[in-house]
Nanobody, 124 residues
């Protein structure tokens, strides 16, 4: 069982930068593909970014317009999501997830483990 804990959310201004972190102390994340998702009330959870094992490949949703960067530090069992030029539409609950085999298409069924989420609120 992999327990994921997100952190780094908060209230920011439009145009600001914010970096989210997701870590686990129970298991090594190195053997997992990792992803970030976002959920806004009243809408389905959406895929944002994914990174395969060993940072072999990275994938991004076209909706984030190149503003976000996913990275991982397996020595720290941590995955990051750097978010630049934040917009009010980026507000939501951000989840990280881990899966044994991920395609990069953002399919939730590929991720076996999920964090509880961290809230990001962007004020305009």
């Amino acid at each position: 069982q992999v327990q994921l804990v997100e952190s780094g959310g908060g209230l920011v201004q439009a145009g600001d930068r914010l970096t989210l972190s997701c870590t686990t102390s129970a298991s090594s994340l190195g053997s997992y593909g990792l992803g970030w998702f976002r959920q806004v009330p009243g809408r389905e959870r959406e895929f944002l970014a994914a990174i395969k094992q060993n940072s072999a490949s990275r994938y991004y949703s076209s909706h984030i317009g190149g503003r976000f960067t996913i990275s991982r530090d397996d020595a720290k069992n941590t995955v990051y999501l750097q978010m630049n030029r934040l917009q009010s539409g980026d507000s939501g609950l951000y989840y990280c997830a881990a899966g044994g085999q991920i395609s990069g298409f953002g399919l939730e069924r590929e991720y076996q483990f999920w964090g509880q989420g961290t809230q990001v609120t962007v004020s305009s």
